[in-house]
């Protein structure tokens, strides 16, 4: 597999690209796309076989049903960031192991039960973030990783881009295997 290829499989839309300035519409066109995400995500996943979503997005990627419960538990993680930054001083997040997550029990679970967590999560996250004032977008958290200081306005364009990366995934797999 060229390199390019496999680039563009990982990367379906491209890598993370937020704006150094973030504008108040920035952040209700983000807000606005996570909250249609959950409904996008299960209507895309709503008819898909067993097999279907036991089937890798990529090869040595992670199956339709991963995808779907990573996004729910990354999703978590970031709402969860966005509490912490509002009540500490510049917090260190907590990081983890994506990969390892996605080989625990629970990524075999039907993927119903992480779209409901989906639902559930985006329309309580979406209700959070509208009641953000302009100081409250600028407070941050520290990444472990990188010992970068995420505001918490990035927070929303970075997790816009996940919802839409991890779409992505999915949508391109059902177009290569012509199940859309």
């Known amino acids: 597999m060229q390199i390019d290829h496999l680039e563009h499989l990982k990367y379906p839309i491209g890598k993370a690209s937020i704006p150094g300035i973030i504008t108040k519409q920035d ?11 959950p409904k996008k995500i299960r209507l895309i996943t709503e008819n898909l076989s067993e097999e ?9 990627g ?15 993680h970031s709402y969860i960031r966005f509490k912490w930054s509002l009540t500490e001083e510049k917090p260190v997040i907590k990081a983890y192991y994506e990969d390892r997550w996605a080989e625990l029990h629970d ?12 639902d559930s999560l985006h329309a309580k996250w979406v209700y959070f973030l509208k009641g953000l004032t302009d100081d409250d977008l600028k407070r941050v958290f520290i990444h472990p990783e990188t010992d970068e200081e995420i505001t918490l306005e990035k927070n929303i364009g970075i997790y816009t881009w996940h919802s839409q ?14 199940w859309l």
Request: glycine share 0%; hydrophobic share 40%; no cysteine.
């Open 165 to 178: 990366h991890h779409y992505a995934h999915i949508e391109n797999l059902l177009r290569r295997k012509n």
């Open 107 to 118: 990524y075999k679970a039907p993927i119903e039960l992480s779209l409901n967590a989906l």
């Open 62 to 76: 992670w199956t339709i049903r991963q995808v779907v419960h990573h996004v729910a538990d990354s999703h978590y």
């Open 27 to 37: 952040i209700q066109k983000w807000i606005s796309a996570l909250e249609a995400f």
């Open 52 to 60: 279907q979503l036991n089937t890798p997005y990529r090869e040595e």
